[in-house]
């Protein structure tokens, strides 16, 4: 399949970068017969590491990824400045300039992961890496939106990716959602109404999986719907998915206290939990016009500073010719050190830790969500096991407070801030849903909530916090 | 260096900052930061996965340690003569606890970077430049490129015009031009900007258009021409910057680069013959040239530091120093771009700088700085043998990795003629003859700023001695003394 020109969605700054020309004159490096005096590249023998070694656990991670360090056999990377293993990334090569793409073996293993997960069908897709997917949207915004264009948000979402877009000066189009995540019909009713003078929006930002912060996930069915949409109406759908692979099991109630219920059964193969897997976006992309993007900070850790960029290869290129005036590349610790463990983990390896994830994640999902069962007052609290990332939100109606109409002059929102300061009061923080709102909002009904993570306390922790916080909702709400 | 009275107050600059930068301001997500370490208060307000999932349980590094007497692309043989940096996960397991544990450097962390890495730098930036005011701080980026990038994007507004060297580095002009921003060039000569030149441009700028709001220099071993800006000139141009009100951008990637001045055989004594106690920190203080910032009394030097030609390219870390008030605007721009740089890279870094101490990085520097003035030297000297003077020269640079040679069009016989009295075409036939002979140098006209008026008939090229081994050096340019020779007909 062909992917369409999209070359009329790119911003102005995005047209008018130029490679540099020094570039030009790199064809002649390497040519045996030329001495090139060409680049301002210091020699390798200067670089001041002769050899790093690294330590990390070995697939299939029996004890599960939260075991100690010092317990368990590690897989050793060695990396030297000359190549060891054929898929290293020698530090000689690494620690050098080049490569705005990416060091080509760590590339290698991340698009056939991602041919692999997503079975893209399209034959112009091609990757490149980020330094995670906060820059990786910001790049998206400056090749892609100039002053005066919409994007397409749902309307609640990462605070920090609203805050980025806002100096572009693009004016924000909320998409209503529910506990499914965005409504198609809904999406198809904005263009209905669309105001012909305006330019129709370039893009969609969806946080598809886990999304932050109301923990849902588009199903399938959803997704095609809104490809569908986006082809009819001609934006790019950018698809954050940096909970992709914090995808968990089905929710059984009280499995979290059955001394039966295993974690490890029934033992999935492989190609059950890819199958298992919701598709992405990409996987329906036959036009060419999602943008993917891809991080580590969730699945190897956040300070690796390391994603990747999956589009159809001439909008890539538009990303490269950015790159090369900014980030330049990702680290080159960081790209020999992911790559030596990759490598070493192989594909199958890397699977095996995704599961591992998984099975962390859905254990904390589900003592989460039993205990909001246990703690939360039924009556005027709705919750909904998350079936992706590490977000959970707990709603609440504000209308069945006896004081709505009077203390609280009808405004949710005022109920939400009693709530929220009634939590930290009895030792809880969660966050209250309203510092979510995308700009230009429009309420839809009197509910309103907070969004917890699993993610970041101990289990014992995260009872006393809902425990506590349920207290809090009791409290305010008179029960 | 002179010493001077820390006392200044900076200027502000609030008047200068592009609307973007004044939009940017604190999330409200991390005023809860403060609960995060609250006793009493449970937080699940964040999305930090937990360290005991990052697959990493311990990395090594082994480097050389100082004071690298065998010179510093001399890798020790032998494990115990090396400097191990030795970097786990939690402090509890042992290891050096002034490191970054890897469960802190590999969690989210602050934008401007880690705590620990930032004092070391702060603590060199100090010692080296002595700044004259009390309001100055740094954060880290990663990278001089994404420094400047940063820069305009704090600064500049579509519209807006900024003073470039009439050469500059090709990709920070690539930089400046999709963002809608004018470049406009300053005059230089073999010693960098004319300060008189920066002077009458801004006295005769156009006064129904906005002066430009910075000044983008390389001054020390400027890319591409090799100049290197002395003290006097520094001092002058940061007047005229008080005077027009604008900001002065050092891009400083090649600052220990220093080499001293190009003494030619036999007066030049060898490094190797000169005392070993003639390498002392003094020494190396002394010899540095100021940089701007050690003159900015005001605040409005904002200068972009790189660990890229000192530690290497593939680090991904610098810092920017400047006044408080611009630091905090660079750190909100982070927030919602780079994050940080890798938390490998400053672990690392901060590991090995720290076992070197500062003390150790003087030393390596001295040393990274005896490096290419072996090269510089070298290079001068087979110059001087093979380049033909009536047409071409070369100024010995004295920092930096880059010289330039100048030749001059109108000496070539058919410079009326065939080249119909333009000297770029003269340069781009001497390319084609030089590859064709076996040698690349890269065209100055490459290198050009946009507006750039040519003043004569000269051109240059532009050549690195960073890249190559000595031999292949005297190869290539001995190759290019022979195409010039060839080209201007010069055997006759």
Not at chain 1, 180 to 192: A, H, M
Not at chain 1, 271 to 276: N, V, Y
Not at chain 2, 340 to 357: A, D, I
């Amino acid at each position: 399949m062909t992917a369409k020109d999209l070359s009329h969605l790119l911003s102005i700054e995005a047209k008018t970068r130029r490679p540099s020309p020094l570039k030009t004159a790199f064809k002649y490096y390497g040519k045996p017969d030329i001495v090139f005096l060409g680049g301002g590249l210091p020699m390798s023998d200067y670089f001041p590491w002769d050899k790093v070694l690294a330590y990390s656990p070995e697939p299939p991670f029996a004890d599960g990824i939260a075991a100690k360090p010092t317990e368990g056999k590690a897989v050793i990377s060695e990396l030297h400045k000359h190549k060891i293993e054929e898929f290293d990334v020698p530090l000689a090569r690494s620690l050098q300039y080049g490569h705005t793409e990416g060091q080509p073996e760590l590339l290698k293993f991340v698009k056939e992961h991602t041919a692999l997960i997503h079975k893209i069908p399209n034959e112009e897709w091609d990757v490149v890496l980020s330094v995670g997917n906060t820059q990786a949207w910001d790049a998206t915004l400056r090749t892609f939106c100039d002053p005066g264009d919409s994007i397409l948000v749902e309307e609640y979402s990462f605070p920090s990716a609203l805050e980025t877009a806002s100096p572009f000066q693009v004016d924000y189009v909320p998409v209503p959602m529910d506990n499914g995540g965005i409504i198609p019909e809904k999406l198809e009713e904005l263009f209905e109404n669309w105001d012909a003078s305006n330019k129709k929006p370039k893009l969609l930002y969806t946080i598809a999986t886990g999304q932050n912060p109301t923990g849902s996930s588009l199903s399938a069915e959803r997704r095609e719907a809104i490809y569908k949409i986006a082809c009819k109406h001609d934006f790019l759908i950018v698809e954050d998915e940096p909970y992709y692979f914090l995808q968990m099991n089905d929710y059984k109630q009280g499995a979290s206290e059955d001394p039966k219920h295993s974690y490890d059964e029934p033992k999935q193969t492989h190609e059950e939990f890819l199958a298992a897997l919701v598709p992405s976006f990409s996987h329906l992309d036959t036009e060419g016009r999602v943008v993917r993007l891809d991080s580590f900070s969730k699945v190897l850790a956040p300070g690796v500073r390391l994603g990747w960029i999956v589009a159809q290869k001439k909008l890539l290129e538009r990303y490269v010719r950015l790159h090369e005036v900014s980030i330049q590349t990702p680290s080159g610790f960081t790209q020999s050190l992911v790559q030596g463990l990759l490598g070493r983990w192989g594909q199958s390896g890397y699977v095996d830790w995704l599961i591992a994830l998984r099975k962390e994640y859905t254990i904390k999902r589900d003592f989460t969500i039993d205990v909001l069962h246990k703690n939360m007052p039924k009556d005027v609290v709705e919750f909904f096991p998350p079936s992706a990332g590490m977000f959970f939100t707990v709603v609440l109606d504000a209308s069945k407070h006896p004081d709505f109409k009077t203390k609280f002059a009808s405004d949710p929102i005022k109920v939400e801030t009693a709530i929220y300061e009634a939590g930290l009061e009895k030792g809880c923080l969660m966050i209250p849903g309203s510092w979510f709102q995308s700009p230009n909002f429009k309420p839809h009904d009197n509910t309103f909530f907070f969004r917890g993570t699993y993610a970041a306390v101990p289990l014992d922790q995260l009872k006393v916090g809902l425990e506590r916080f349920g207290e809090a909702v009791k409290t305010v709400y008179g029960l | 260096m002179t010493q001077s009275s820390p006392n200044s107050r900076v200027k502000s600059l609030h008047h200068l900052f592009s609307r973007q930068a004044l939009a940017r301001q604190k999330f409200k997500l991390k005023e809860t930061i403060k609960y995060l370490n609250d006793p009493d208060v449970v937080f699940l307000g964040g999305g930090l996965p937990m360290s005991n999932y990052f697959p990493w349980k311990k990395i090594i590094g082994y480097s050389p340690s100082a004071p690298f007497r065998e010179g510093i692309d001399n890798q020790p043989t032998d494990d115990s003569e090396a400097t191990i940096a030795e970097l786990v996960k939690y402090q509890t397991q042992g290891g050096c606890n002034t490191d970054i544990p890897l469960s802190t450097s590999l969690q989210y962390g602050s934008a401007q970077g880690q705590a620990a890495l930032i004092s070391f730098l702060k603590e060199h930036t100090e010692l080296i430049h002595n700044i004259p005011n009390n309001d100055w701080d740094i954060t880290l980026t990663t990278g001089n490129t994404q420094a400047w990038d940063a820069t305009l994007r704090t600064f500049c507004d579509p519209g807006d015009s900024v003073l470039v060297e009439e050469y500059t580095f090709a990709a920070s002009i690539e930089a400046v031009k999709p963002l809608e921003v004018n470049c406009f060039p300053v005059s230089i000569d073999d010693h960098g900007i004319v300060p008189e030149k920066l002077d009458e441009l801004l006295n005769n700028w156009d006064a129904s258009k906005k002066k430009p709001k910075l000044l983008y220099t390389i001054p020390t071993g400027q890319n591409p021409t090799g100049s290197t800006l002395s003290a006097e000139r520094r001092e002058a141009i940061y007047k005229i910057a008080c005077k027009h009100d604008f900001i002065i951008v050092e891009d400083e990637p090649y600052y220990f680069l220093q080499m001293g001045n190009y003494q030619p055989k036999p007066e030049r004594t060898e490094y190797s013959e000169s005392p070993v106690e003639d390498r002392t920190h003094e020494k190396l203080l002394q010899s540095l040239v100021p940089s701007f910032i050690h003159f900015d009394t005001e605040g409005r030097v904002i200068r972009l530091d790189s660990l890229s030609k000192v530690l290497a390219p593939g680090v991904r870390i610098g810092w920017i120093v400047a006044q408080k008030k611009v630091i905090e605007k660079y750190v909100y721009l982070n927030e919602v771009s780079i994050q940080s740089p890798s938390g490998f890279s400053q672990s690392m870094v901060h590991s090995l700088l720290t076992r070197w101490g500062q003390t150790g990085y003087l030393e390596w520097l001295i040393e990274l700085g005896h490096q290419y003035t072996i090269k510089r030297d070298f290079t001068m000297d087979v110059l001087t043998e093979v380049l033909p003077k009536s047409v071409a020269s070369v100024v010995a640079p004295t920092a930096g990795m880059f010289f330039s040679i100048v030749l001059d069009g109108s000496k070539h016989p058919d410079f009326k003629t065939k080249f119909e009295s333009d000297p770029l075409k003269v340069e781009e036939a001497l390319f084609e003859a030089s590859v064709k002979e076996g040698l690349l140098l890269v065209p100055g006209s490459w290198f050009q700023s946009p507006n750039f008026k040519a003043r004569d008939d000269t051109f240059f090229f532009r050549g690195t001695y960073a890249a190559v081994p000595l031999d292949k050096l005297k190869i290539g340019l001995t190759r290019f003394g022979d195409a010039v020779k060839k080209f201007y007909d010069l055997y006759k």
